[in-house]
């Protein structure tokens, strides 16, 4: 899972956003990074992240362990935890979020559930999150395009 997506290629180069591979893990591992605690990683603890997995439970839980260890070294204090969704809305292949469908709607996309079915889960992650009215949303439509919806 080290692939990025064409619409972070202006900043994965030297990693210093949060690519969306990484924030797909952090809601899988249940970890609120910051910004702030990102830059003070070194470029290797961020390919680090990058590379680790974290898709079943024991990765989950051994990235949670690595990445609150590093943070504390870092800032004397461990990050923020949230709640890891049992059934989350990029794993639903039936639905889409009605904020990405509405998003959808609002840049001239008509996606269908047909469309959605065929995204990966991390795919689905990026355009929810990219729908979101809290998150710089001037990727959703680059997002579109390079998934095919349009």
């Given at each position: 899972?080290?692939?990025?997506f064409?619409?972070?290629?202006?900043?994965?180069?030297?990693?210093?956003c949060?690519?969306?591979q990484?924030?797909?893990k952090?809601d899988?591992?249940?970890?609120?990074?910051?910004?702030?605690h990102?830059?003070?990683f070194?470029?290797?603890?961020?390919q680090?992240?990058?590379?680790?997995p974290?898709?079943?439970?024991g990765?989950?839980?051994?990235?949670?362990?690595f990445?609150?260890?590093?943070?504390?070294d870092?800032?004397?204090?461990?990050?923020s935890?949230?709640?890891?969704?049992?059934n989350?809305p990029?794993?639903?292949?039936?639905e889409?979020?009605d904020?990405?469908?509405?998003?959808?709607?609002?840049?001239g996309?008509?996606?269908?559930?047909?469309?959605w079915?065929?995204?990966?889960?991390?795919q689905?992650?990026?355009?929810?999150?990219?729908?979101?009215?809290?998150?710089?949303n001037?990727?959703?439509?680059?997002?579109?395009?390079?998934?095919?919806?349009?």
């Amino acid at each position: 899972m080290n692939n990025f997506f064409k619409f972070e290629a202006d900043f994965v180069n030297d990693l210093r956003c949060i690519p969306m591979q990484v924030r797909f893990k952090l809601d899988n591992c249940g970890v609120k990074l910051k910004l702030s605690h990102w830059h003070q990683f070194t470029e290797q603890e961020r390919q680090n992240l990058v590379e680790m997995p974290c898709v079943s439970g024991g990765e989950c839980q051994n990235y949670r362990e690595f990445l609150q260890n590093l943070i504390i070294d870092k800032t004397g204090t461990a990050a923020s935890e949230l709640p890891v969704e049992d059934n989350p809305p990029w794993m639903n292949e039936k639905e889409i979020p009605d904020i990405t469908q509405i998003k959808a709607v609002e840049c001239g996309v008509n996606m269908t559930v047909e469309q959605w079915k065929k995204l990966t889960p991390l795919q689905r992650f990026a355009l929810i999150k990219l729908s979101r009215p809290s998150h710089e949303n001037k990727n959703f439509y680059p997002a579109v395009e390079e998934f095919g919806l349009v």
